[in-house]
Every structure is written in structure tokens, then in C-alpha cells.
């Protein structure tokens, strides 16, 4: 698994006018080909009556699954400008549809170029992206007198404060970077004297909103 990556919020979609035309970007997370597939034929089927409904796609960790189709635009002036913008993004799980109304003036393949590509990042700083980071989610139990403190460190510390369970004891479930345990492992033993309970109960991604350029 990746320490970390950025990919997409969710989906989204955003239109601009060029020459005339109408070029709307629809953007999606996707996590399998099929799923990139499925969304670009039901926009195909949404925009029928559209002249070109170009795409592009980059799944998985290291980018294995990369499309570009031009749907009937000149080669090369479409579906592969849109995908040099997600990797110049750094994009992963990634699939991108511009629809393309023509609006009756020629651009020329340097000005689909430019339209595509311009279409694709609009429409990806309108979806939004994140950053989503690896992390290992703890419990840690303790005693109620070690409760303040630690409340109080935790928040004004790197770490994650995710929840608290007021049992008999108390339990604080926190999320801590992959590569930052022995640290953190470290750091409680000595805010609870040894008397706190470590216990790591799973690994999962954390999304982090990444301000747009």
C-alpha cells in the first residue's frame, strides 16, 4: 500500500465556453477499469446529441490502467492532453469525460489541445482533490486521572484524536502516520507512566483537502 497519494474528493463537474463551444468536464474517483468504463458510457448515453465525449483514465498504484480516446477528435488532441493533466497532477483512481458541444468554429489541433486540457483541470480544481494518507488507527486505554492530559497533548499533537469511550476506563482511539508508531508508542508510554494500554486495531486512509493551485 502507498504511504500516501492524490486522488480525486468524489465527483464532480464543471463547463466552459470556447470558441463557441461547449465543453463540459465530468470527473470521478474510480478505484477498477470497470468502473471507469461504466461512468464513460452512461455520460456517452446522458449526451447523446454531443459531438465528442472524449476521455481519459489512470487506476492504481502505480498507474498500470492509463486510457485516452479522442471519440473522433483529430489524434492526439483530446483524450491524451486530458490524461498529461492527471499525471501532472500526480492523479491516481482517476477517470475524466469532456464533453464537447461544437459550436461551429474550427480550433485547430493546438487550440483542442489547449480546450481539453484546459477543460480537464477546471474541472478537476471544481471536483476538488485530496491527499490520501496511510495511517494506523490505535486505542488506547487508560485510567480517568490520565485523562486531561493526555486529552490536552493529543490535541495540540501531530496525532489524530478520532474518539473517546467513557467505560470503566477510558478508551481513545487516535490515528498515527505508518512509519510514526514506535514514536508515538514512545510518547504515550511516558504521558502515562507505562500505565496505558496500547493496542493497534487496523490501518486505513485518511483524505486531507489539498488547496488548489
Not at 470558441?19 to 455520460?43: D, G, M, N
Not at 469532456?98 to 489541445?113: D, E, H, P, S
Not at 471536483?127 to 480517568?144: F, H, N, P, S, W
Not at 478520532?162 to 508510554?189: A, R, S
Request: proline residues 1%; glycine residues 8%.
Amino acid at each position: 500500500m502507498l504511504l500516501s497519494y492524490y486522488t480525486v474528493k468524489g465527483s464532480g463537474q464543471h463547463e466552459i465556453i470556447i470558441q463557441k463551444s461547449r465543453f463540459i468536464a465530468h470527473v470521478k474517483r474510480v478505484t477498477t477499469e470497470e468502473e471507469a468504463q461504466s461512468f464513460i458510457e452512461e455520460l456517452k448515453k446522458e449526451h447523446w446529441k454531443a459531438n465528442h465525449n472524449c476521455s481519459a483514465y489512470l487506476i492504481g498504484e502505480n498507474d498500470h490502467i492509463q486510457k485516452a480516446n479522442d471519440d473522433g477528435e483529430p489524434s492526439g488532441t483530446a483524450g491524451v492532453p486530458m490524461l498529461e493533466v492527471l499525471k501532472k497532477r500526480k492523479l491516481k483512481d482517476t477517470v475524466v469525460v469532456v464533453t464537447r458541444y461544437f459550436g461551429g468554429i474550427k480550433l485547430g489541433a493546438g487550440g483542442l489541445i489547449r480546450a481539453y486540457g484546459s477543460a480537464t483541470t477546471e474541472g478537476i480544481t471544481a471536483t476538488g482533490v485530496v491527499e490520501r494518507k496511510l495511517a494506523q488507527k490505535y486505542r488506547i486505554t487508560i485510567d480517568y486521572h490520565f485523562l486531561g492530559q493526555l486529552e490536552n497533548e493529543l490535541r495540540s499533537s501531530p496525532y489524530i484524536l478520532h474518539h473517546m469511550d467513557y467505560l470503566e476506563k477510558v478508551h481513545v482511539e487516535t490515528y498515527v502516520n505508518v512509519g510514526e508508531e514506535e514514536t508515538f508508542e514512545d510518547w504515550i508510554t511516558n504521558l502515562t507512566s507505562g500505565q496505558g494500554q496500547i493496542e493497534k486495531i487496523g490501518v486505513e486512509y485518511l483524505e486531507i483537502d489539498v488547496a488548489q493551485q
